[in-house]
């Protein structure tokens, strides 16, 4: 992480932003991508990944190299000082939210609990 987004309620690391810049080269120009968290999941919070067309007038944009994320501001309360990032394991490949607020997580890393 370097100085500049250091300073960012939300970060994307190196692989995460690598992974989203492909994604997002194959999309249509200016295609975003967004992440929410929602009540739900077997933790009682869950993470969403969609890809939007624009920014809503009240998102955090964060960029990263070719890495274009929103986050909106009822997420980002949950999300405060954590981390995107892309982990290619042996038992497959996903995004996932390196989450300092988070008090348990299920095995999956999708759902979450405060």
Avoid at 12 to 32: C, M, N, V, Y
Avoid at 83 to 91: G, P
Avoid at 101 to 106: E, I, L, M, Y
């Amino acid at each position: 992480m370097d100085a500049a987004t250091a300073t960012l309620p939300v970060t994307i690391s190196e692989a995460a932003a690598r992974q989203i810049g492909q994604i997002l080269a194959r999309e249509s120009a200016g295609t975003l991508l967004r992440v929410a968290v929602n009540g739900g999941g077997c933790q009682g919070f869950s993470y969403e990944y969609t890809f939007v067309p624009a920014a809503e007038p009240d998102d955090l944009l964060i960029e990263r190299g070719a890495a274009r994320v929103v986050v909106d501001p009822v997420s980002l309360e949950y999300l405060q000082g954590s981390e995107l990032d892309w982990v290619d394991a042996l038992i497959g490949a996903s995004f996932q939210i390196r989450n300092p607020n988070a008090k348990s997580s299920c095995g999956c890393g999708t759902s979450f609990a405060l």
